[in-house]
C-alpha cells in the first residue's frame, strides 16, 4: 500500500518549508502548497516532493487542491501553516485588513483541513495548525494579525476534541519569533538581549515535530513561551503595560 501524504502549505519557506524537509528526510511522500510558482517548484524538486500552486486564502483559490486531496485515499498529516504577516492599523474605513488576515490565518485552516478530512480520517492522521504565540497574547503593532490568531487557536483547541473522535490528533503549534522571509524579526534580532528569544526555521520546525511525536495538544516554540499564554490569562493588566512598553521599543 502506498504510504499516507504529508500535505504542508506555506510550504515553499520559513517554517512550513523546514517542517517539509524534515517529513521528505524519513522518507515520507510530500505535497508543498503555496502561491508563487517558482519558489514553490524549486522547493519542491530540492525535496523531491511534488507542489501544487494554491491560495488558501479563498474558497476560489483552492479548487485544484481539493481535487487532488480527493483523490489522495490516505493522509498522514496536514500541517495548516501558511500565512503572513498583517501590520496595518488597528482602525482602518473599510476593514480589509482584518478581512484578509481572517481569510489566510484562520479560515485557511478551516477550508483546508474540510479538503483533507476524508483522507485524514482513513489514515488516522495527523493535524498541525501553526498558529502563534500571538493567538495568546496581542500586541498593538499587529492587530488583525493578533485577531486571526486568536480565532486559528480557539478552532484548533475545538477541531483537537471533534478530531479525537475520528482517530485524527490535531496540534496547535505556536511559535515565538522565527527569523524568516516574511518575518525577518531585525529589530529583535538587534537588541541585545531580545534577539535570543528569535530561533531559526529549522529549530521551530524541530520542536514541532518533537510536540507532535510526544502526541502533544498545544505547544510551543519554544516552550518557555507558555509563560505569555500563562501571565495573559492571571495578569492581562500587566500584560497591557507590557505590550505599550514593547511597542514604543520594537514598533
Ligand atoms: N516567523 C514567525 O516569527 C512566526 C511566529 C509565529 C507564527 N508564525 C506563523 O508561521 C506560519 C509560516 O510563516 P513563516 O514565518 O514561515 O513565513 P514565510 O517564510 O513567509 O512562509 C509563508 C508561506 O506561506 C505561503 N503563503 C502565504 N500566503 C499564502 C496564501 N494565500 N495561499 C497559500 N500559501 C500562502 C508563502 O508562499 P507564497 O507567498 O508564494 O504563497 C510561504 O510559503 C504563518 O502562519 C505565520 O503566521 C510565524
Given at each position: 500500500?502506498?504510504a499516507?501524504?504529508?500535505?504542508?502549505?506555506?510550504?515553499s519557506s520559513?517554517?512550513?518549508?523546514?517542517?517539509?524537509?524534515?517529513?521528505?528526510?524519513?522518507?515520507?511522500?510530500?505535497?508543498?502548497?503555496?502561491?508563487?510558482?517558482?519558489?514553490?517548484?524549486?522547493?519542491?524538486?530540492?525535496?523531491?516532493?511534488?507542489?501544487?500552486?494554491?491560495?488558501?486564502?479563498h474558497?476560489?483559490?483552492?479548487?485544484?487542491?481539493?481535487?487532488?486531496?480527493?483523490?489522495?485515499?490516505?493522509?498522514?498529516l496536514?500541517?495548516?501553516?501558511?500565512?503572513?504577516?498583517?501590520?496595518?492599523?488597528?482602525?482602518?474605513?473599510?476593514?480589509?485588513a482584518?478581512?484578509?488576515a481572517v481569510d489566510?490565518l484562520?479560515?485557511?485552516?478551516?477550508?483546508?483541513?474540510?479538503?483533507?478530512?476524508?483522507?485524514?480520517?482513513a489514515?488516522?492522521?495527523?493535524?498541525?495548525?501553526?498558529?502563534?504565540?500571538a493567538?495568546?497574547?496581542?500586541t498593538?503593532?499587529?492587530p488583525?494579525?493578533?485577531?486571526?490568531?486568536?480565532?486559528?487557536?480557539?478552532?484548533?483547541?475545538?477541531?483537537h476534541?471533534?478530531?479525537?473522535?475520528?482517530?485524527?490528533?490535531?496540534?496547535?503549534?505556536?511559535?515565538?519569533?522565527?527569523a524568516?522571509?516574511?518575518?525577518?524579526?531585525?529589530?529583535?534580532?538587534?537588541?541585545?538581549?531580545?534577539?535570543?528569544?528569535?530561533?531559526?526555521?529549522?529549530?521551530?520546525?524541530?520542536?514541532?515535530?518533537?510536540?507532535?511525536e510526544?502526541g502533544?495538544a498545544?505547544?510551543?516554540?519554544?516552550?518557555?513561551?507558555?509563560?505569555?499564554?500563562?501571565?495573559?490569562?492571571v495578569?492581562?493588566?500587566?500584560?497591557?503595560?507590557?505590550?505599550?512598553?514593547?511597542?514604543?521599543?520594537?514598533?
Open positions: 500500500m502506498t499516507p501524504l504529508t500535505v504542508v502549505t506555506g510550504g520559513g517554517i512550513g518549508l523546514a517542517l517539509a524537509r524534515r517529513r521528505a528526510a524519513s522518507g515520507e511522500r510530500v505535497l508543498l502548497v503555496a502561491r508563487g510558482r517558482e519558489r514553490l517548484e524549486a522547493a519542491a524538486a530540492a525535496l523531491g516532493a511534488e507542489a501544487l500552486a494554491a491560495d488558501v486564502a474558497d476560489d483559490g483552492i479548487a485544484a487542491l481539493g481535487e487532488r486531496l480527493a483523490a489522495e485515499p490516505r493522509i498522514g496536514l500541517v495548516n501553516n501558511a500565512g503572513g504577516p498583517f501590520r496595518a492599523p488597528l482602525l482602518d474605513h473599510d476593514h480589509a482584518a478581512r484578509d489566510l484562520y479560515l485557511s485552516m478551516v477550508r483546508v483541513t474540510g479538503l483533507a478530512w476524508d483522507g485524514l480520517v489514515a488516522g492522521g495527523s493535524v498541525v495548525n501553526v498558529v502563534s504565540v493567538g495568546t497574547v496581542a498593538g503593532s499587529a488583525h494579525y493578533a485577531a486571526a490568531k486568536h480565532a486559528a487557536i480557539a478552532w484548533s483547541r475545538a477541531l476534541v471533534e478530531a479525537a473522535a475520528v482517530g485524527v490528533h490535531v496540534l496547535t503549534a505556536n511559535p515565538g519569533p522565527v524568516t522571509g516574511a518575518f525577518p524579526h531585525d529589530r529583535l534580532r538587534g537588541h541585545r538581549w531580545a534577539r535570543h528569544a528569535v530561533i531559526d526555521d529549522g529549530a521551530c520546525a524541530e520542536r514541532i515535530l518533537r510536540a507532535l510526544r502533544r498545544e505547544s510551543f516554540q519554544p516552550e518557555w513561551w507558555r509563560a505569555a499564554a500563562v501571565a495573559q490569562a495578569a492581562p493588566g500587566a500584560m497591557a503595560w507590557l505590550a505599550r512598553r514593547s511597542r514604543r521599543r520594537f514598533g
